[in-house]
């Protein structure tokens, strides 16, 4: 019998091969349905116009003791200049309370930010009441950015008031944020007494089956979820109004990012579907593919969330201008100061900052 010449390939290199062979498969197929499921979102590109909506200004029914204060007496100046650093992403992401189909306010509005030079991840809370300059309309609670001109308006409103230039953003509305806590299994969150009694008794959580919440660890589906995050009238850890809603915000985030990190990457992978058509968003497809490889490398390193609210402790007034209670960040300049320290840290070692030009003036 003639004797076989050819070269037999080993065991251990077929595996390598075949290893090799399912992931070229596996990534054309990712990438066509990447590319599915990305035009599947709402895609708004910088240069869309988005139409101007009648201003509106709150009125606050309970103003309790707070003054009211004539807006002209107010003089909001901006931060000098916006920070940018290629080594910090910054994505604004905002829930929308829609009203009868029309362009409502942001009820949450947060920036997430990925530090690769700190190895950091971190959740900015900006106040929905905080009283700011909003470019191109009157000066308002930064909700009403939105309301007023579209994401675009309140992208400048953040780089404006506070000097943060931020690289794309994500906005959700209520509807889509409960199919979201539900598409990843719902989520965990600890209550108290006094807001498993307000919640199981108002109409913060809008199904009536759902009013069934108890005192310690609950496992909350995305309507469950979605009325503590509204709930501002309930003390949360000492703090109460909007600085309270704006801590459970950022309790509903962390427990989301919790959640997510105990999944495996298929169980993700299977979720894009589900949750990227309920997306509103300006970025572009490489730059999603970027921002997620850097939040997942930043991640492996460095797992834990950091978190902070503005204005800062210690650094507001609340206050009424006109019929609005509101939330002066004052001293602006501090505010802005600490927001920069937070989320670009040693990136700004090599930088001269300058928050000198932030500031807040009430007449007399």
């Known amino acids: 019998m003639e004797k076989d010449t050819k070269r037999r390939i080993p065991l251990w290199g077929k595996i390598c091969i075949g290893i090799i062979l ?6 054309c197929g990712g990438y066509a349905a990447f590319n599915y499921y990305y035009n599947q979102m709402n895609i708004e590109s910088d240069e869309m116009v988005v139409d101007r909506q009648e201003e509106v200004f709150d009125v606050d029914e309970n103003p309790g003791n707070l003054k009211e204060m004539d807006p002209e007496s107010i003089q909001l100046d901006s931060a000098s200049k916006a920070e940018k650093d290629s080594s910090v992403i910054n994505i604004l ?6 009203i009868n189909d029309n362009r409502g306010r942001t009820d949450s509005i947060m920036i997430v930010t990925i530090n ?22 009157s000066d308002n609670k930064i909700n009403a950015a939105y309301h007023n001109g579209g994401m675009k308006t309140l992208v400048a409103t953040v780089k404006e008031n506070f000097g943060i230039e931020v690289d794309g953003y994500v906005l959700v509305n209520f509807d ?7 598409a990843i299994g719902g989520i965990d969150i600890t209550l108290s007494e006094e807001e498993v009694r307000y919640l199981n008794s108002t ?18 589906n995305g309507n469950q979820a979605l009325g503590y995050a509204r709930v501002r009238y309930v003390n949360k850890d000492g703090n109460v109004g909007d600085f309270a809603r704006t801590l459970r915000h950022r309790t509903v985030m962390a427990a989301i990012y919790d959640k997510m990190m105990k999944k495996s990457t298929l169980e993700l992978v299977a979720m894009i579907p589900k949750i990227l058509p309920m997306l509103t968003t300006n970025i572009k497809k490489p730059d999603i593919v970027s921002y997620l490889t850097a939040g997942v490398q930043v991640r492996d390193k460095n797992p834990k969330l950091r978190t902070l609210n503005v204005p800062v402790e210690g650094c507001y007034k609340i206050t009424r201008v006109g019929r609005m209670s509101v939330v002066l960040a004052s001293p602006l300049d501090e505010n802005v100061k600490q927001m920069h320290k937070f989320i670009y840290g040693s990136a700004l070692k090599d930088k001269k900052q300058d928050s000198s030009s932030a500031h807040i003036t009430v007449g007399q």
Request: aromatic share 6%.
């Open 22 to 27: 399912i992931i070229l498969l596996i990534g």
């Open 93 to 98: 992401v905002c829930g929308e309370e829609a």
């Open 116 to 137: 690769q030079k700190d190895d950091r991840l971190s959740i900015t809370s900006i106040m929905r009441d905080t009283y700011v300059k909003i470019p191109g309309f």
């Open 176 to 182: 889509s944020f409960q199919k979201i806590i539900d």
């Open 203 to 220: 109409n913060y959580i809008s199904n009536r089956a759902n009013h069934n919440l108890t005192v310690g660890k609950n496992h909350m």
